[in-house]
C-alpha cells in the first residue's frame, strides 16, 4: 500500500479548520441567546402593556358602575317619597333619564383590550337597556297619574320595570366574564357590582297600583293649577329697543307673527288652554283678536305656540296682548298676561 503524503501547506489548512469550528459554534451560541433575550425583552414589555391596558379598562368601567349605581339610588328614592309634587317628579325622572343616556355615550369611548373583547358587549347592552327602561318608566308613570283606571298603565310600568330588571341581569354576566379575564391575566383589579333594583318584585302589578294610588292621593289633595307665559317674540324680530319707554322697533312689515312659550308650573296636567293674541294701535281703536289652544300641557313642561294674521299700523304705536289661561282652579294669573309695544317706521 502506498503511503498518503501530506505536505505542509495542506496541515496548516487542516489545522485552521480545526480551529474556526469551535469558533463558528460559540458565535452561534450567543446569536442564540441574544434571540432569546430580544423575545423576552419584547414579551415582557408586551405584557405590561397588556396588564396596564386592562388595569384602565377596569378603572373605566368603575367610574360608570359608580355613576349608574348614584342613578339607581336616586331612582330607589322615589318610590319612597310619594309626597312629590308632580314638577319635582318629572325634575327627578328626567335627570335620571338624561344621565344614563351620558353614560351610554361614555361607554363608547372606552378603550376596550382585545382580551376583553367578548366579555365587554354585555356592558353597553346594560346600560342601553336601564335608559330604555327609565324612559319608558317615566312615560309610563306620568300615563298613570293622568288615568283614572291605572291597569292599563301599570302593565307599562311593569314592562318598563322589567327591562330595568333584564339590564341587572346582563351586568352581572358581563361582570363575572370580565373578572374571570382580568384573574386569567393577573390583573389584580375587579369590575364592580352594578344593581338597579333591590327587589325585582317591584315590577308585579298589585305592588305597582298601590304605589300608583297612593301617589294620586298625594297629588290629589295638593293639586296646583297654573300657566304661564315665559317667553314672547315677533317675525319680524325687534331691530331696536328703548328701555325707558318700553318700546320696541320691528322693521316695516304687512303683518307680524307671535311665538308665545308657555309653561305648566302646577302639577297637575292641564287641557285646552286658550291662548288669545290682541293688537291695538294710537290711531284705530278697533282690536285685532287672534286665537288658539294648546290641547294639552302636561305638568312641569313647555309649548311653543304661533299665531300669525296680525295687522299694525306702521308710524304709530301698537300694543301687542298676549293672554294665555286661566285653567281651572288657577290662583295666580299674574303671569298669564304679557304686553309688547311697538312701532313700525
Request: with cysteine; aromatic share 6%; net charge positive.
Amino acid at each position: 500500500m502506498e503511503k498518503l503524503k501530506y505536505s505542509k501547506k495542506s496541515m496548516r489548512f487542516v489545522k485552521r479548520r480545526r480551529r474556526a469550528a469551535p469558533l463558528r459554534l460559540l458565535l452561534l451560541l450567543i446569536l442564540i441567546l441574544a434571540l432569546v433575550y430580544l423575545v423576552g425583552l419584547i414579551g415582557g414589555r408586551f405584557d405590561k402593556r397588556k396588564l396596564k391596558d386592562l388595569r384602565a379598562y377596569a378603572a373605566s368601567v368603575e367610574g360608570i358602575a359608580s355613576k349608574s349605581n348614584k342613578i339607581a339610588t336616586d331612582f330607589n328614592e322615589l318610590w319612597e317619597s310619594t309626597d312629590l309634587s308632580g314638577t319635582e317628579l318629572r325634575k327627578r325622572l328626567d335627570s335620571c333619564v338624561k344621565r344614563s343616556g351620558e353614560l351610554i355615550e361614555e361607554c363608547g369611548k372606552v378603550e376596550v383590550p382585545r382580551e376583553m373583547k367578548d366579555a365587554h358587549v354585555y356592558l353597553p347592552l346594560c346600560l342601553e337597556l336601564r335608559a330604555k327602561g327609565l324612559s319608558s318608566y317615566k312615560l309610563a308613570l306620568f300615563n298613570a297619574l293622568k288615568d283614572i283606571d291605572v291597569e292599563v298603565a301599570s302593565s307599562q310600568i311593569a314592562l318598563a320595570l322589567k327591562d330595568i330588571a333584564l339590564a341587572d341581569r346582563a351586568y352581572s354576566l358581563y361582570r363575572v366574564e370580565a373578572q374571570g379575564v382580568l384573574e386569567k391575566e393577573g390583573a389584580n383589579v375587579s369590575i364592580p357590582a352594578s344593581t338597579f333594583l333591590t327587589d325585582e318584585t317591584v315590577y308585579e302589578k298589585t305592588n305597582l297600583i298601590n304605589y300608583i294610588k297612593r301617589l294620586k292621593g298625594v297629588r290629589e289633595l295638593e293639586e296646583i293649577h297654573g300657566v304661564a307665559i315665559t317667553a314672547l317674540s315677533t317675525q319680524p324680530e325687534q331691530e331696536k329697543y328703548d328701555p325707558a319707554r318700553r318700546l320696541a322697533e320691528l322693521p316695516r312689515s304687512e303683518e307680524i307673527m307671535v311665538v308665545i312659550t308657555v309653561e305648566n308650573q302646577g302639577n297637575q296636567d292641564e287641557r285646552d288652554i286658550p291662548v288669545v293674541v290682541t293688537l291695538k294701535s294710537e290711531i284705530d281703536p278697533r282690536e285685532q283678536r287672534q286665537e288658539t289652544k294648546i290641547s294639552s300641557l302636561l305638568s312641569g313642561e313647555t309649548e311653543t305656540s304661533t299665531i300669525g294674521g296680525l295687522k299694525p299700523v306702521a308710524g304709530v304705536v301698537n300694543l301687542l296682548t298676549v293672554t294665555v289661561g286661566p285653567v281651572p282652579n288657577e290662583k295666580y294669573t299674574r303671569n298669564n298676561v304679557r304686553e309688547f309695544k311697538f312701532t313700525m317706521p
